[in-house]
């Protein structure tokens, strides 16, 4: 298998064998969605032009189970290989305990676990109503699978000298040129929009109509770790891949790196960056729509 899949990470985890994988290193859902959206005209007055901020990341975030993914890990993870996942508070207890605790049948633990790392994010959302302290960071939390039970160095380690390896990465959520914006058509046919004032359909049709992955990562992170955690040539899946940035990332560390995505929509616009087709249409093809 390789490049983004649109496909559920069950039915790639049932396709691969036992021991079969060097490293899943993922961003899994947080379980955080609510009906709530925050930011009415009162309380986004005097924060500029921001949109309103959703709540409801979709039905993916609501139907996760961590255990799964740690169980699933477990199995097709080789001896020393790497599981790695971005965890908000909700799941960050479940992850710790899973990677530490969870034993096999014989009564072995599955992982050893390595590490958490913070991630500080320089452009969270505002807290509007004031009420609370503002949600800026989230966690990275890692282990190696041991093999039955025993210690074992993991596959792939890179020292980087003190200055670069503390557990702490500050800067920017993704933004800019990064990250990806899009219209769909009345048949779900996808039309990048990458500047917002040269898109054609953005201003027949406002700028609140463009489409966007709630919780794309920046390449920085994912260059970070595998820089840290891989070797060329390492096999590496993401099964909760979103628009595959973790697969474009891999690509500069010459991994063989695939991922699963559910959603059709965003397999495409990931599958569209991944091969080089993201460009917006011309005014001229978008007038014929």
């Given at each position: ?17 036992d021991?079969?994988?060097d ?30 901020i ?173 820089k ?53 249409r ?8």
């Open positions: 298998m390789q490049g983004l899949l649109h496909s559920s990470c069950e039915d790639i985890f049932r396709q691969l064998e021991n079969s994988i490293a899943i290193i993922t961003d899994p859902p947080y379980v955080v969605s609510d009906e709530s959206t925050t930011g009415g005209e009162e309380e986004i007055a005097n924060l500029g032009h921001r949109r309103a959703q709540r409801n990341m979709g039905k993916w975030d609501e139907e996760f189970d961590p255990d799964f993914l740690i169980e699933q890990a477990a199995r097709v993870l080789v001896p020393g290989g790497w599981l790695v996942v971005f965890s908000g508070d909700s799941m960050f207890g479940k992850y710790h305990d899973g990677i530490k605790h969870r034993c096999d049948e014989q009564g072995h633990n599955l992982f050893a676990y390595k590490w958490t790392v913070t991630w500080h994010r320089t452009n969270a959302a505002p807290h509007i109503r004031k009420t609370n302290f503002v949600s800026t960071n989230e966690f990275i939390k890692a282990g190696i699978k041991l093999d039955d039970g025993k210690k074992i160095k993991p596959i792939s380690w890179n020292w980087l000298g003190q200055r670069n390896m503390a557990n702490f990465i500050q800067g920017p959520n993704c933004m800019g040129r990064e990250r990806l914006y899009w219209h769909t058509d009345d048949h779900g046919v996808i039309y990048p929009c990458i500047q917002y004032n040269h898109c054609h359909w953005c201003g027949s049709r406002g700028k609140d109509d463009r489409r966007r992955h709630p919780t794309q990562k920046p390449l920085y992170l994912w260059e970070h770790l595998y840290i955690l891989t070797k060329p040539g390492m096999k590496v899946f993401d099964p909760y891949a979103g628009l595959g940035s973790s697969g474009i990332a891999a690509k500069k560390y010459g991994l063989d790196w695939f991922g699963s995505e559910i959603s059709e929509e965003y397999a495409t616009a990931g599958q569209m960056w991944a091969s080089g087709r993201w460009r917006p011309s005014d001229e093809q978008l007038d014929l729509l």
